[in-house]
């Protein structure tokens, strides 16, 4: 299999769009939630009138062995739908596809892909045809890189208003001089981007011009808007440099770069985390309680660890413990396709806040203080957004379950009352521990051994947030282990990648239980 890549776009990483997010349902965030967001954006270029669709995966990529396993077809038809990653008429989504009248087709075509998850789409009503190419960058996270032969970016988060024309002329109309045209491809259109809505009296003067055939409105996919690019610092040496003569903890430090990038008040984005909070703490109770789900290889082990932890069956570690429960629980959720938050990624969901919340029901911590440990993460998980990657597609569990381990130590060193300088140590100890971490999922299914690699990470966490708390010398300043994880990712082998070609994933064991599961989906 050929390993391609897509060559990243320099752009500022938001907290809670890139990093702490999605909120959502499914196997996968890449697969899920992103596919969902993808669909989203076509059901709006067809003006909600779609009928028929053509889906071409190519083999070079990841997707022609995890589309139906991972997520993707569920999260695609979710979005074509009109859904949001929460919905739960997820779980049924083939029954409510059969009822909508779209015809979906699926096709393994070998043109060239340049992410391992893209989307070659062609859709028609009858009345108009139009074609998209997007690609799920990790962690839900998605770029449109051309509709109708042009090449764009559109990461969903503004208003798009694409102006479709009856020749290239047309975009000269004074009234579209600061749009921005796109007249390479079949259907020559312009495009005006805004942060805001666009009026109906923004659109009839649009229409009213001559020329134009058609406009669409693409509604933004992401929580937070795009911000200005003006923003207080971009990587751990500006930030440093940034706090010198201000002194702040690292949360604070991650509340001045949301506030810069979202443009919204530190009190409201405290509120949205403590929103996040909610959400992680009623998954981790909800897994300890049980779980059912038949698409599963696991059965539910997170009340049969609480019995055991209560009759002291275990050794007796007991913080180490109570992660370990919020872990299993909070993947358990995830895999009986609750309500979860990705943080960084679905694959990796349970690291993080299985540390923390574990970690808080044990030493008792307010929701507040929860609340300033996933900033301290947030920020270690923007530095690895714009650095590396989430995608495990390119990088394996590193990208994942590595890069949750980090930004957990950084949480877990604020909640110990460490110092900016502790917290950055942690994450670059917890990210070095975890170089070359591979992504082979058992069954082809986002489950095992995805559970221990969790738990592994979050333990690790633990680890490297208290030789930090110690005075470790981490040696490595974690501007360069990010720099250094991400050329790691370039050298790893697509079996390794999320493509269940290599590893555990393709062991008999591994063969026998996907077999067993595919007759149970059919």
């Known amino acids: ?5 897509y060559p990243k776009l320099m752009k500022e990483p938001s907290i809670f769009n890139d990093v702490l997010g999605p909120v959502m349902r499914g196997p996968s965030s890449s697969h899920s939630a992103g596919a969902l ?27 022609v062995t995890t589309h139906k ?21 997820l779980k049924d989504y083939e029954m409510h596809l059969g009822n909508s009248g779209i015809e979906i087709d699926v096709k393994y075509v070998d043109y060239g892909a340049t992410h391992a998850n893209t989307y070659k789409l062609t859709m028609e009503n009858g009345e108009e045809r139009h074609t998209m190419t997007a690609l799920s960058v990790g962690g839900g996270m998605i770029d449109v890189i051309e509709i109708d032969g042009s090449i764009l970016s559109l990461e969903g988060d503004t208003y798009e208003c694409l102006v479709f024309l ?13 749009a921005t045209p796109h007249l390479e491809g079949e259907k020559p259109f312009a495009r005006f981007s805004k942060v805001t809505e666009f009026s109906e009296k923004d659109l009839e003067s649009i229409c009213a011009v001559e020329g134009v055939l058609m406009v669409r409105v693409l509604h933004p996919v992401l929580p937070i808007l795009k911000g200005e690019s003006d923003l207080p610092f971009r990587n751990c040496v500006e930030m440093e440099s940034y706090n010198s003569d201000l002194g702040l903890s690292l949360w604070e430090l991650a509340l ?6 979202s443009g919204l008040s530190e009190e409201v984005l405290f509120e949205r985390m403590m929103a996040l909070v909610a959400i992680m703490k009623n998954a981790v109770e909800e897994g300890i309680a049980g779980t059912e789900y038949e698409d599963r290889i696991l059965p539910p082990q997170a009340p049969h660890f609480q019995e055991k932890k209560r009759k002291k069956e275990l050794l007796q570690s007991p913080l180490v413990n109570e992660i370990i429960l919020a872990v299993t629980a909070f993947m358990e959720v995830k895999s009986s ?21 574990g970690s808080s029901r044990f030493l008792g911590e307010s929701d507040e203080n929860l609340a300033k440990a996933l900033f301290s993460a947030g920020m270690i998980g923007v530095f690895i957004a714009r650095g590396a990657t989430f995608s495990a597609e390119e990088a394996g569990c590193m990208a994942e379950c590595g890069s949750a381990s980090g930004m957990a130590a950084a949480g877990l060193t604020t909640m110990a009352g460490g110092s900016l300088a502790q917290c950055l140590s942690s994450a670059s100890v917890a990210l070095q521990n975890s170089f070359g971490l591979i992504c082979d999922p058992i069954g082809n299914r986002v489950e095992a051994p995805c559970l221990g690699k969790n738990v592994s990470a979050a333990s690790n966490a633990l680890s490297s947030s208290n030789m930090a708390l110690a005075d470790y010398e981490h040696l490595i300043p974690l501007d360069e282990v990010i720099e250094s994880m991400s050329k790691v990712g370039k050298a790893m082998a697509s079996e390794h990648c999320c493509t269940a070609t290599g590893g555990l994933a393709i062991t008999p064991t591994s063969k026998a239980i996907e077999r067993k599961l595919n007759k149970i989906q059919c």
């Not at 299999?1 to 890549?5: G, L």
């Open 69 to 89: 396993s991972q997520g993707t077809d569920m999260g695609l038809v979710g979005g074509l739908l009109g859904w949001e990653p929460t919905d739960e008429r």
């Open 337 to 357: 396709m609750g309500v979860i938050v990705a943080a960084p990624t679905a694959g990796s969901c349970g690291t993080l806040p299985g540390a923390l919340i």
């Open 37 to 63: 967001r993808i669909g989203r954006m076509v059901k709006d270029l067809m003006g909600g009138n779609l009928r028929r669709i053509t889906v071409e995966y190519d083999p070079n990529g990841a997707l």
């Open 256 to 261: 001045r770069y949301e506030g810069a990038r």
């Open 1 to 5: 299999m050929i390993r391609a890549f």
């Open 166 to 178: 009856d020749g290239a002329e047309s975009a000269t109309h004074p009234s579209l001089a600061s």
